[in-house]
């Protein structure tokens, strides 16, 4: 566990702690990142919040373009599947 000794202030009408640049890389939190600050035991917790992705935004991850880009170099692989009639009480 890594501890250090900083001060809490003001900051606008607000109060605010600064966090070191390596306790920040350490978790992968950048600006504008969004945390979840929970209170427990009298123990202050931040987490990065996880953040559900889109398609569009999982897609651009997975090849690593623009979703246009992908879907154009990809275009046989985002084509629809016919599975059959439906069989059994599915609804369409």
């Given at each position: 566990?890594?501890?250090?000794t900083?001060?809490?202030?003001k900051?606008?009408t607000?109060?605010a702690?600064?966090?070191p640049?390596p306790?920040l890389?350490?978790?992968?939190?950048k600006d504008?990142?969004?945390v979840?600050?929970?209170?427990n035991d009298?123990k202050?917790?931040?987490?990065?919040?996880?953040?559900?992705k889109?398609?569009?935004q999982?897609?651009?991850e997975?090849?690593?373009?623009?979703?246009e880009t992908?879907?154009k170099?990809?275009?046989?692989?985002?084509?629809?599947?016919?599975?059959g009639?439906?069989?059994?009480?599915?609804t369409?």
């Amino acid at each position: 566990m890594t501890t250090i000794t900083t001060t809490i202030s003001k900051w606008g009408t607000s109060q605010a702690i600064r966090l070191p640049k390596p306790f920040l890389e350490s978790l992968d939190l950048k600006d504008n990142d969004v945390v979840d600050v929970v209170l427990n035991d009298n123990k202050i917790i931040i987490q990065k919040k996880y953040q559900h992705k889109n398609l569009k935004q999982r897609v651009e991850e997975f090849y690593g373009t623009d979703f246009e880009t992908a879907v154009k170099e990809n275009s046989y692989k985002f084509e629809e599947v016919d599975w059959g009639q439906p069989v059994g009480e599915e609804t369409w």
